[in-house]
Nanobody
Framework: QVQLVESGGGLVQAGGSLRLSCAAS????????MGWFRQAPGKEREFVAT????????YYADSAKGRFTISKDNAKNTVYLQMNSLKPEDTAVYYC?????????????????????WGQGTQVTVSS
């Protein structure tokens, strides 16, 4: 059974930075495309960023472009989301997710239903 555990969330002032981590276990991480999603109170879960199984291709939501960077370390079974220039509207629970079909089709994957495994989430709060 694949397990994903996020960490690195917290409270930060607007303009600050956070680095989220998502550690995977129980599966073949190197074969997974990985994604970050977020859900703010009263809103639907939304796509933030995704990285291909090799780590060579990345895609971002418009809200994340230029501020967030997703990266994948297959040696450490970990995916990261570096978030800079944070805004109050970035406040949400952030989830990482894994797609185990990426070795057959390299995506990209933007929809939450395309992901097979999910972490429990980590809270990010940005104060103004």
């Amino acid at each position: 059974q694949v397990q994903l555990v996020e960490s690195g969330g917290g409270l930060v002032q607007a303009g600050g930075s956070l680095r989220l981590s998502c550690a995977a276990s129980g599966g073949t991480f190197s074969r997974y495309a990985m994604g970050w999603f977020r859900q703010a109170p009263g809103k639907e879960r939304e796509f933030v960023a995704t990285v291909s199984w090799s780590g060579g291709s990345t895609y971002y939501a418009d809200s994340a472009k230029g501020r967030f960077t997703i990266s994948k370390d297959n040696a450490k079974n970990t995916v990261y989301l570096q978030m800079n220039s944070l805004k109050p509207e970035d406040t949400a629970v952030y989830y990482c997710a894994a797609n185990n079909k990426a070795i057959y089709y390299d995506g990209p994957y933007f929809r939450d239903y395309e992901y097979d495994y999910w972490g429990q989430g980590t809270q990010v709060t940005v104060s103004s």
